[in-house]
Each structure stands twice: as structure tokens, then as C-alpha cells.
Nanobody
Framework: QLQLVESGGGLVQPGGSLRLSCAAS????????IGWFRQAPGKEREGVSC????????NYADSVKGRVTISRDNAKNTVYLQMHSLKPEDTAVYYC????????????????????WGQGTQVTVSS
């Protein structure tokens, strides 16, 4: 069974850092693009960042550019989201999602493009 599991969330002070992980089980991530999305209370889910299957192409939402780095380690079947300079408005449940990307094309931050989703990990930025 294809499964994605997020981890690494928690409570952090403004200006702090967190690294989220998205681990896959039941399938290899080698030919999948991975996206990170987030949903704050009372708001719609939005795209944060994505990376194509080879890791050669990435995409970031304007709200996180310069503060977030996405990377992948296909040997570990895991994708990471390193976040710095966190702000209270980054508080949300963060989800990772996967879509088949055998042609290694660019990824997109469109919720409807992704087929498999994790259960999410809570990130809270507060003093």
C-alpha cells in the first residue's frame, strides 16, 4: 500500500527553524514528484514547495521563497523541507503529496495534480 508519512513538525519560536520529512513506504519515490502543502485553520490548503523526480527542478511559493529549501534523498525514499526564519503565519498542518513523474518534468504547486497524500504534521510558530 502506498503511504506517505510526514514528521518533524512541532512548536518553534518566531525566527526558528524546522526540518520536515516525508517518508514513503510501499513504493519507490524515484519516479515521483513530491509537493509540500499546508493548511492553516480556517484557510484553504496551499502549495509551499515541490521537487521533481530527479531533484533537478524545484518550485516555491512566493510566501516562503528564500526561507525554505526542498530536497530529496531517493536512497532513503525521503523528501525534506528545511524551513528557516519561521513566522507565526507559517503555522499550519503541513502535508506532503506525490504524483508520478517518470518524465522528470517540472513540478507544479497544484493540489489537484497530486494523487497520494500523507496525514500531515503540525507546525506551530509562536513565542
Amino acid at each position: 500500500q502506498l503511504q506517505l508519512v510526514e514528521s518533524g513538525g512541532g512548536l518553534v519560536q518566531p525566527g526558528g527553524s524546522l526540518r520536515l520529512s516525508c517518508a514513503a513506504s510501499g513504493f519507490s519515490l524515484d519516479y515521483y514528484a513530491i509537493g509540500w502543502f499546508r493548511q492553516a485553520p480556517g484557510k484553504e490548503r496551499e502549495g509551499v514547495s515541490c521537487i521533481n523526480s530527479s531533484g533537478g527542478s524545484t518550485n516555491y511559493a512566493d510566501s516562503v521563497k528564500g526561507r525554505v529549501t526542498i530536497s530529496r534523498d531517493n536512497a532513503k525514499n525521503t523528501v525534506y523541507l528545511q524551513m528557516h526564519s519561521l513566522k507565526p503565519e507559517d503555522t499550519a498542518v503541513y502535508y506532503c503529496a506525490a504524483v508520478a513523474n517518470p518524465g522528470d518534468s517540472d513540478c507544479f504547486l497544484e493540489i489537484g495534480a497530486y494523487d497520494y497524500w500523507g496525514q500531515g504534521t503540525q507546525v506551530t510558530v509562536s513565542s
